[in-house]
């Protein structure tokens, strides 16, 4: 993109992980304490040896990248603020990036007013079951139209 002047500079390259599936993260910053052993409900980055994790850290530290860890009610509190505020139904993966990108402002690391793309991966029903767990209401009703309007308070 630098070379064919779609960019002024090379942007930094960022990582989030799950706190206890954090390989990328934990050889950025060092921490010979990781958890390996532990799990998330962001299934799509439950993985304990990322097959490019090298080239991942590489590029990150050649653009002076961020990195991130996040915890299980980080992920879910911006899998419901997307849904909430953005109208945007992400499974748990998806939401990583919105919930790392928080963390990294809170901790000062990012301002307001940088630019930053965010990838979301995923559509909540790839994986609802953490909405499900968390938000389940849910009730049955007879498949016609009046159940449905009833059930929606529809008048």
Do not use: W
């Not at 962001?42 to 991130?68: E, M």
């Not at 793309?117 to 953490?130: E, F, Q, R, W």
């Amino acid at each position: 993109m630098e070379y064919l002047d779609v960019v002024d500079k090379i942007p930094g390259f960022g990582c989030i992980q799950a706190q206890g599936v954090s390989p990328i993260v934990d050889s950025i910053n060092n921490n010979t304490d990781s958890k390996k052993e532990e799990k998330t409900i962001a299934g799509g980055i439950d993985i304990k040896s990322p097959l490019n994790g090298p080239r991942a850290i590489k590029c990150i530290n050649k653009t002076k990248g961020l990195v991130a860890a996040i915890t299980e009610t980080e992920i879910l509190d911006a899998q419901r603020d997307l849904a909430r505020l953005e109208g945007i139904g992400a499974e748990p993966t998806g939401a990583v990036p919105i919930a790392g990108i928080r963390k990294l402002a809170e901790e000062g690391k990012i301002d307001c007013d940088e630019c930053i793309v965010c990838m979301i991966t995923g559509h909540v029903l790839k994986d609802p079951s953490a909405i499900l767990n968390r938000y389940d209401t849910s009730e049955n009703i007879e498949a016609n139209l009046t159940s449905v309007l009833n059930a929606l308070k529809v008048k």
